[in-house]
């Protein structure tokens, strides 16, 4: 039996490079974005490679459409085998005295709310299969904060702790709850705000003396997938090449 795996995010960056590493290792993909056209184009580069996807527009901000989403999918497949919750990003950034409440929102919603959320959809259905793997998205910043992030961070805290929760929860049930905690990583939407002296100085602050790349990551989530994790679970794994080491 073919495996499903639900990927909120999956349409660029980290979570395209995640949604083409499971496809090509035989996991049937659901790319859950809210940028339908690039999620397509994700799609379409899977199925030209031989393997199996489709297409969920979400807002993960949304209860209604992500039990949509999930719904539809338990509809069309009868399971959810595999969550990676990899939809977020570091919106605002700017000191504590300027920042609104809105703003700080904005940022717990997209990062930690739609993390809850689709775990929440998915958490009985995988009770019920007396199996699954959810594997959420942090950051090195979750351990370390970030002057000018504080709204990221502590979100990127909160999935890390609430994953330990979830952890505890479902581990009666054979479900999987870990954390993947990427460093900075070379993705289209992150180097368009960094300019190359910044890389250069970066890249000597991180020991493996590189920036993390999508791939990179999406071997970590392709880990906490297979068989070769199956006695983890609440664990943070930090991708970072050394710069953080909690």
């Not at 705000?193 to 250069?200: G, M, V």
């Not at 991708?239 to 080491?245: A, F, I, Q, R």
Request: glycine fraction near 10%; charged fraction near 20%; proline fraction near 4%.
């Amino acid at each position: 039996m073919t495996d499903v795996a639900l990927i909120s995010g999956g349409a660029n960056g980290i979570g395209r490079a995640v949604s083409l590493k499971l496809a090509a290792n035989g996991i049937f993909v659901v790319i859950a974005d809210w940028e339908e056209a690039a999620a397509a184009e994700v799609r379409k580069t899977i199925v030209g490679a031989g393997g199996k996807a489709e297409v969920a527009r979400v807002d993960v901000t949304k209860a209604g459409e992500v039990e949509a989403v999930v719904g539809g999918v338990l509809q069309r497949h009868g399971r959810v085998d595999i969550l990676a919750n990899i939809a977020g990003g570091s919106i605002h950034r700017k000191p504590i005295e300027e920042m609104s409440w809105q703003e700080w929102k904005e940022v717990l919603d997209v990062n930690l709310k739609g993390t809850f959320l689709f775990c929440r959809a998915v958490a009985p259905i995988m009770q019920r299969q007396s199996r699954g793997r959810i594997i959420n998205t942090a950051s090195n910043y979750g351990v370390t904060g970030s002057a000018l992030r504080t709204p990221y961070s502590a979100a990127k805290a909160g999935v890390i702790a609430f994953s330990k929760s979830l952890a505890l929860e479902l581990a009666p049930y054979g479900v999987l709850v870990n954390v993947v905690a990427p460093g900075p990583t070379e993705t289209a939407r992150v180097m368009k705000n960094w300019t190359p002296e910044y890389i250069r100085e970066r890249e000597k602050q991180i020991p493996l003396g590189r920036h993390g790349r999508p791939d990179d990551l999406a071997d970590a989530f392709y880990f906490l997938c297979s068989a070769e994790s199956a006695w983890m679970t609440g664990q943070t794994l930090h991708v970072n090449g050394g710069l953080v080491m909690p």
